[in-house]
């Protein structure tokens, strides 16, 4: 309803141009108003009329659309670029936050790896020692099993020339029947224990 009322007030602002431009057409500014001039007047306006009718009724509902579709895209594209635009102001506060966290996100990377350093650091140095403290250890046990090899081996060849030398220091002073003798004594205390 508020349409037909724009319709004809537009058509009245119309009529009342195109009449002052009539009356205004006479010569030397008089308004000449004829039965001629007035019916002429009158099938122009009557003709306007028309017009406008049947271009409303034919055309209307389409320039309607046309305009009412036209402002919903241009509402729907506007809404639809202030949705962007949020979303593009979150991905950048989020790229912005990121940036911000990266310089501390760098400095606990280094920090965490320094840390892992020192920890490994450690570890081989406390790996090392108790290698050091193994293989001195099984050293000082080959050293000592070494020396007793050697004094049982000194010992061995002590008692073969201890035998060797009792034997010629027996032989030279012992006549074969002491030697039978003592045989004999040795092989009792033997046999009785």
């Given amino acids: 309803m ?5 319709f004809f007030a537009v058509l009245l602002a119309a009529l009342a141009i195109s009449s002052i431009a009539f009356a205004s ?5 008089h308004a000449v108003f004829t039965a001629a001039n007035v019916k002429d007047y009158g099938l122009r306006i009557l003709n306007f009329v028309i017009f406008a009718g049947l271009l409303y009724k034919f055309a209307g ?3 309607k659309d046309f305009f009412v579709g036209r402002r919903d895209g241009i509402k729907n594209d506007l809404d639809d670029l202030q949705a962007r ?8 506060k989020a790229v912005e936050a990121s940036i911000a966290n990266m310089a501390t996100e760098k400095q606990q990377i280094l920090d965490d790896a320094k840390a892992q350093g020192e920890a490994i650091k450690a570890a081989i140095i406390e790996k090392a020692k108790n290698d050091a403290a193994a293989l001195t250890e099984q050293a000082r046990r080959t050293a000592s099993n ?15 020339m201890v035998i060797a030398t009792a034997e010629k220091i027996v032989a030279e002073k012992l006549s074969a029947e002491d030697h039978d003798k003592l045989v004999d004594d040795y092989l009792t205390k033997v046999v009785l224990n």
């Fill in 2 to 6: 508020k349409r037909m009322k724009v």
């Fill in 25 to 29: 057409e006479g010569g030397g500014g």
């Fill in 61 to 63: 509902a389409k320039v």
């Fill in 85 to 92: 635009q949020a979303e593009a102001e979150k991905k950048l």
């Fill in 146 to 160: 070494e020396a007793q090899a050697a004094i049982e081996s000194i010992r061995a060849e002590l008692a073969d």
